[in-house]
């Protein structure tokens, strides 16, 4: 596990970037995992002015989410599905048809994330996963539990994740309580992670992922177990690790 501390989010987004681009420009067709929330945006802006720039496309990636609201249609402008083509599909040469989110309002949700899993697997596994971590230690909606979670799963959102999502709606009781997520073992799977984290309250989270003891209480602190995994935080989140 390389532990990166960037002064600030800028030059966090900067560096999630290089590699990020490194990755496409050595497999133009890679897989990619990506995540949504307020982490990786600055790590899109980064991507989007290195494709105007010329120095990169997207034209052979394909793209697998983390995860998605359950009961949120792709075209609710909460929805993970929307976050993703607004933030970055929209604004790179990326076939849509090769960028998958998972669906939140499938009928079968059991053979819709079973096929999910399947679909990754066909493609040949992700390249490089991209991942934020919830103040309790969550990656995708990997919450505290028992046990890690093997493959894409429904899950319920706990009551603080539930809390940090609502500053994204207006109204609490518009927040879902339920997310699929891919699982634990799906993340796990990916050849290369890239874990990014900004701001002082997710440093006790950053701290149990990297120091703590290896435990589904803290979804993160399984990477440790992983071969290639960088973990790229600012000062702020990387304080207990100073
Ligand atoms: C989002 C995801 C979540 C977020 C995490 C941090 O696709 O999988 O694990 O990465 O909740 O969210 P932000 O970045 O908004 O603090």
Do not use: W
């Not at 720039?53 to 990636?61: C, E, P, R, S, V």
């Not at 989270?205 to 003891?213: E, F, H, W």
Request: net charge negative.
């Amino acid at each position: 596990m390389e532990v990166i501390i960037c002064k600030d989010y800028a030059e966090l987004s900067k560096k999630a970037a290089e590699i990020f681009t490194e990755q496409i420009n050595n497999k133009p067709d890679s897989i990619l995992g990506l995540a949504t929330g307020s982490t990786p945006e600055g790590l899109y802006e980064n991507l989007i002015q290195t494709y105007k720039a010329g120095k990169l496309t997207f034209k052979d990636i394909t793209s697998f989410n983390l995860d998605e609201y359950y009961g949120l249609s792709g075209d609710d402008d909460q929805s993970y599905r929307y976050f993703m083509d607004q933030k970055l599909f929209n604004h790179v040469d990326i076939n849509k048809d090769k960028t998958f989110v998972p669906d939140g309002l499938a009928k079968d949700i059991n053979a819709f994330m079973d096929d999910y899993e399947k679909m990754i697997a066909d493609k040949g596994g992700i390249d490089l996963q991209i991942l934020g971590i919830g103040i309790n230690g969550h990656i995708g909606f990997n919450e505290p539990s028992d046990s890690f979670s093997k493959k894409t799963s429904l899950v319920d959102l706990t009551p603080s994740t539930i809390e940090a999502n609502s500053r994204f709606f207006d109204k609490y009781e518009d927040v879902p309580k339920k997310a699929i997520s891919m699982g634990i073992g799906t993340i796990m799977r990916s050849r290369k992670i890239i874990l990014m984290a900004s701001g002082e309250n997710k440093q006790d989270a950053i701290y149990g992922a990297v120091k703590g003891p290896i435990s589904p209480k803290l979804s993160a602190s399984v990477l440790q177990l992983h071969p290639d995994v960088t973990i790229i935080v600012d000062e702020a989140a990387g304080k207990k690790l100073l």
